[in-house]
């Protein structure tokens, strides 16, 4: 079975004040919530069951989604009580241990293949396998080099404005069941610490490398952004029969 962990528990302060009446997975894009494009998404690419991690304003998009009947795709939820990180609430979610599982953040917007990365990981030797997206950054100041040559105050380099670019977290993850091993029952744990630890039991942690259509709408920027081309690229984001 294909199931998917969708965590929208986040409280999105990076959003305020949007996110003090909208949890973040329903803020809308173009003419629906975000999370709604990644149903109908996760539907169109085969999974067969989707749970909800929730927690801040739960009720929110429990009463949205209710049980996936209107998506043509079971919908569950677990609502976490307190703040478990962003992936202490798997240990806790029934059934994850039996198979591999997709887990993703709730704010993202692209039009990845979900059913082929979780089918590419299943078949590969990975613990933990993470959809990455090359970003470009450009510094609109001069950046200065020192100590180069050993002396911490001599100006050895001046870069005026220099772009750089950097592999970045898709915030869409795919686990082996041995890999929740490392999450304690009840315990805060983040992506990042999940990661750590099976680097350091020496597990494998392989990147799906992307050059699909990615925004985090968490931040301000992409979610402009997304506001801003969503009409040019709703083909590529909305199944069809949606």
Same mark, same amino acid.
């Given at each position: 079975?294909?199931?998917?962990?969708?965590?929208?528990?986040?409280?999105?302060?990076?959003?305020?004040?949007?996110?003090?009446?909208?949890?973040?997975?329903?803020?809308?894009?173009?003419?629906?919530?975000?999370?709604?494009?990644?149903?109908?998404?996760?539907?169109?690419?085969?999974?067969?069951?989707?749970?909800?991690?929730?927690?801040?304003?739960?009720?929110?998009?429990?009463?949205?989604?209710?049980?996936?009947?209107?998506?043509?795709?079971?919908?569950?939820?677990?609502?976490?009580?307190?703040?478990?990180?962003?992936?202490?609430?798997?240990?806790?979610?029934?059934?994850?241990?039996?198979?591999?599982?997709?887990?993703?953040?709730?704010?993202?917007?692209?039009?990845? *293949? !979900?059913?082929?990365?979780?089918? %590419? #990981?299943?078949?590969?030797?990975? &613990?933990?396998?993470?959809?990455?997206? +090359? /970003? $470009?950054?450009?510094?609109?100041?001069?950046?200065?080099?020192?100590?180069?040559?050993?002396?911490?105050?001599?100006?050895?380099?001046?870069?005026?404005?220099?772009?750089?670019?950097?592999?970045?977290?898709?915030?869409?993850?795919?686990?082996?069941?041995?890999?929740?091993?490392?999450?304690?029952?009840?315990?805060?744990?983040?992506?990042?610490?999940?990661?750590?630890?099976?680097?350091?039991?020496?597990?494998?942690?392989?990147?799906?490398?992307?050059? *699909? !259509?990615?925004?985090?709408?968490? %931040? #301000?920027?992409?979610?402009?952004? &997304?506001?801003?081309?969503?009409?040019? +690229? /709703? $083909?590529?984001?909305?199944?069809?029969?949606?």
């Amino acid at each position: 079975m294909k199931r998917a962990v969708i965590l929208a528990g986040g409280e999105g302060m990076r959003l305020r004040p949007y996110t003090t009446v909208l949890p973040k997975p329903l803020m809308p894009i173009g003419d629906r919530p975000v999370l709604d494009i990644v149903v109908r998404q996760l539907k169109a690419h085969g999974f067969e069951r989707i749970t909800i991690a929730t927690g801040y304003l739960a009720e929110l998009i429990e009463a949205f989604f209710r049980d996936g009947e209107a998506y043509g795709i079971p919908i569950d939820y677990y609502r976490e009580h307190e703040p478990l990180g962003t992936v202490g609430a798997l240990a806790l979610i029934d059934g994850l241990a039996e198979d591999h599982i997709l887990v993703m953040n709730g704010d993202v917007l692209t039009d990845i *293949d !979900y059913g082929a990365l979780l089918e %590419r #990981h299943r078949t590969g030797d990975a &613990a933990a396998t993470i959809a990455t997206k +090359v /970003r $470009h950054i450009q510094v609109s100041l001069g950046v200065l080099r020192f100590g180069e040559d050993g002396d911490p105050t001599r100006l050895t380099g001046y870069d005026e404005k220099p772009a750089i670019d950097f592999t970045a977290s898709m915030g869409v993850y795919c686990f082996a069941p041995r890999a929740l091993q490392h999450i304690k029952p009840g315990e805060r744990l983040d992506f990042p610490d999940l990661i750590l630890r099976l680097i350091a039991a020496n597990d494998v942690v392989r990147a799906w490398p992307s050059e *699909d !259509y990615w925004l985090d709408i968490g %931040r #301000h920027d992409d979610y402009e952004q &997304a506001q801003e081309e969503f009409e040019s +690229v /709703r $083909h590529r984001l909305i199944p069809p029969e949606s």
